[in-house]
């Protein structure tokens, strides 16, 4: 699958997009950040962010958005706006009839070293050494949005298999079909800044 991970912010967002399947080494496809001017009035920049994940959508037709999960935060006013980004990334997401999915940040961090308390540091290293970087993808948000999307990769399937087997239990029901997930065509080479090679 392919997939476009999202960590969401209003000054800097980070995105990465990743193929793969689990139990196999995954490849980069893209990696970048959306920044946008802390001076903007706060819908010029949610508007901002929502065109730059569109064309995003658009350019790299990913099977599926994986987006962080915002936790509150000691500063409200991050959290807030953090929390709008993600708002704004799963509405881009969603008009493009691309399913999203929500990770926590422990639970990438997991994901990609083994730990959940691993710090930003160690993810990037990580995420370097899955996806046989050259260098380490930066400023941070970027190497967190590759983690992201190299988490659902891993997690995302099993963790739908055990929602679809969770919810026919509830119902009562025998057997239950896997969720589908919307699948590309067609996939146009990407045009990206940033490390690794397009396909």
Known sequence: MRVLGIDPGLTRCGWGVVDGRPGARPTAVGVGVVRSDHTLALELRLLELHTAVTALVREHRPDVVAIERVFQQNNKGTATGTAQAAGVAALAAAQASRPVHWHTPSEVKAAISGSGRADKEQVTLMVTRVLGLDTPPKPADAADALALAVCHVWRGPTQDRLR?????????????????????????????????SGR
């Open 164 to 196: 679809v087997a969770a919810l026919a239990a509830g119902a009562g029901v025998g057997a239950a079909a896997p969720l589908s997930v919307a699948t590309r065509s067609a996939v146009r080479p990407g045009r990206w800044q940033g490390i690794g």
